[in-house]
């Protein structure tokens, strides 16, 4: 059918709780992982990266999971905060056989955080 | 550093006309990428350079799209003519170096285009 348009999945947690946001990539030889923060009106920002030989990353507040047996990803965010409240999107790098690479990024999750 | 720098932030045109945006990446940075952003599709991979040279514009929609790095502290994106389904946030971002451990792409604040 047509696509009448993205309708992000939404979390809402309360301010101080865990957040847990999903995603499941899509190809098996993406080799490099990255987390976005991406703020009304604002560009995607960096929060977190891992490669694909590793499957735990942690940073300030926020551990990245990797699962490359189900092509699993997950950014965990410690005491969630009222400036937590963004869209995050994963994305994967695929590298291609002549040097280049492709960046996919998956459709985003809204993360409301109540006060 | 002043991160990547857009221009203009917002753009009004009517159907047919010309539009260009511009991109300046941050200092030092060897990759500049394009992105198109919509509620349809989402945030899409446009085109992206290395040292200037396009790599791999296998994003770009149609021929209607076109973009040029002139130099390694500029570049743009055209579209000519434009319809109203190009209306759209256009990001472009910058990073340094590729496959050496520092990949993460750093995003200017986008150019919302808005055709009518």
């Known amino acids: 059918g047509e696509n009448v348009g993205l309708h992000l999945p939404t979390l809402s947690v309360q301010e101080g709780d865990n957040s847990i946001i999903n995603c499941a990539y899509s190809n098996s030889a993406s080799d490099y992982f990255i987390w976005y923060k991406q703020e009304s009106g604002k560009g995607p920002q960096f929060i977190i990266d891992i490669r694909s030989n590793m499957d735990k990353r942690q940073g300030q507040r926020v551990t990245v999971l990797l699962n490359k047996t189900v092509k699993h990803l997950s950014l965990q965010i410690a005491a969630t905060q009222p400036g937590d409240s963004a869209v995050y999107f994963c994305a994967e790098n695929l590298s291609g056989n002549t040097g280049g690479f492709k960046t996919i990024f998956g459709a985003g999750t809204r993360l409301f955080v109540k006060a | 550093d002043a991160g990547v720098i857009q221009s203009p932030r917002h753009e009004v045109t009517e159907m047919g006309q010309e539009v260009t945006l511009r991109c300046k990446p941050i200092?030092?940075?060897?990759?500049l990428f394009w992105y198109r952003q919509t509620m349809m599709r989402g945030l899409e991979l446009l085109i992206y350079?290395?040292?200037?040279?396009?790599?791999?514009d296998s994003g770009m929609p149609e021929d209607r799209f076109s973009a040029k790095m002139p130099n390694a502290s500029f570049s743009t994106l055209k579209i000519q003519p434009s319809e109203p389904r190009d209306s759209a946030v256009y990001f472009c971002a910058s990073s340094f170096g590729q496959g050496a451990g520092v990949d993460t792409q750093y995003f200017g604040p986008g150019t919302r285009l808005t055709v009518l």
């Open positions: 200092s030092g940075h060897d990759y």
């Open positions: 350079f290395n040292n200037n040279v396009p790599i791999d």
